[in-house]
């Protein structure tokens, strides 16, 4: 059994009705989006159902703040601040804005709290490199020669941000975007929307001129859809699933947007028999129940050598056992809601067909009746191969599959075997052996004896199915640039008719 919080619920919370941002005005739309609070089961937010013609206001007013200004010729100084007025304003909205992402998605209200002062600590970090953008001169091509290469904003950026973090995810886009100068159009997830409509507010607040951010709610498939084939639009930055992010990419092709893409993960952690296993049991927990599973960056998959694959998984079960999982809003909960009652199906399914492709469910396996909202117990199952659909697949949910290996070898061969390459752990106290698994795993980030971290300073992306590009880290504004090179000459030219 694990250990249970009730939900209460909300009984005395009217829900909250929303507008969409479009050109510095808050729009209603022509329908409604209802939103029932995963971990409660009652409606709790309203927001505008945008239509085709609302993305296509939104991108004429971006576009129009981008080409007339005077947004993109502000200084880096100008932007900064403003950047920064956004961060303090943020931050002292933290509580409403963490309070939001709990009830909209299910997570618990701790780890949203959390998660806006990371989301602060970002926007900070834009503000910083919004001074410190800038290109490359050549001074070496000949005294006829002066090379000047610029970096001037890219233009009108659609953002498309999934639920699963809904402040985090569009703090790791927006506030780049903004510093490279470029004016934008925003969908949050229209299962998550809250946050993102109160950063609106926040924006203007701020100083952010009226059609630098838009901000629209709806369907991916009636406003996104606007949103990543417009001729006007010049860059998507998406993240969500890898289907929506191919989706994404080929429509991007018929205009030849630049696309940035951070999508699903397959996260294996690799241990080693010299690993500190009292440090590794607990972040397997962290890594497979944070968010309940539902993470890009979940460490899904153990890859355990032979030798302790039984005691580490019994030590893992125990803790996991303990694991509070329950009502998003008490403050003592470790575990939330799953998003919606039909992704719980999805991971239930998962569970079943790994369960007949010949696994164990060494813990869990089912969903948890608490009353109120959709929960998952935390699952681990055991004897999972290479080949089963849950050691492939992206469930996102609280799942843990368990691998074995003896080689090294064997190990990066499990660990590479899938189509995804966004995260991964190694646990060993033996530096050769972290270094080798760091080199050799596909990957854009490799933990080692430790998971999850992460700093605004970091890159984050994918290698192969799990995107394309990097956000955070000093080049995180440059992502947002166009390159221009000034080819100056001086002196007589030498002249190609009479030569
Ligand atoms: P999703 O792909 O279903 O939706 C993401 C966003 O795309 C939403 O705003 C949605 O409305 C929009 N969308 C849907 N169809 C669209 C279309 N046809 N055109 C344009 N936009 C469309 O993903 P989700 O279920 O919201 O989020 C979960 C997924 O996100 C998981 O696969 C997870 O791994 C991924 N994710 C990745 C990262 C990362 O940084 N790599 C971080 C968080 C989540």
Redesign the pocket.
Known sequence: MTAHVKPKALTDYKPRDFRMLIDGAWTKGAGVIERVAPGHGSVVSRYPAGTRADAERAIAAARKAFDDGPWPNMTGAERSNILLRAADLIAARADELAFLDTIESGKPISQAKGELGGAVDIWRYAAALARDLHGESYNTLGEGTLGVVLREAIGVVSI??????PFL?VSQKLPFALAAGCTTVV????LTSGSTLVLGEILLEAGVPAGVVNILTG???EV??V??THPDVDMIS???????GR??MA?AAQTLKKVSL????KNPQIVFPDANLDEFVDAAVFGAYFNAGEC?NAGSRLILHKSIAADATARIAELARKVKVGDPLDPATQVGAIITPQHLEKIGGYVAGASQAGASVALGGEALDLGLGQFMAPTILSGVTSDMAVARE?V?GPVLSVLTFETTEEAIRIANAIDYG?SAGVWSRDFDTCLTIGRKVRAGTVWMNTFMDGASELP?G?YRQ??LGRELGRHAVEDYTETKTLNMHIGARTNWWAR
């Open positions: 498309i941000t999934p639920w699963n973090f995810i969908k949050p997830s229209e369907t991916g498939p996104g859809s949103m990543t998406f993240t969500g699933s890898t289907g929506v989706l994404t429509n951070e999508l699903g993960g890009c992206e996102f966004l984050f994918g799990s995107g």
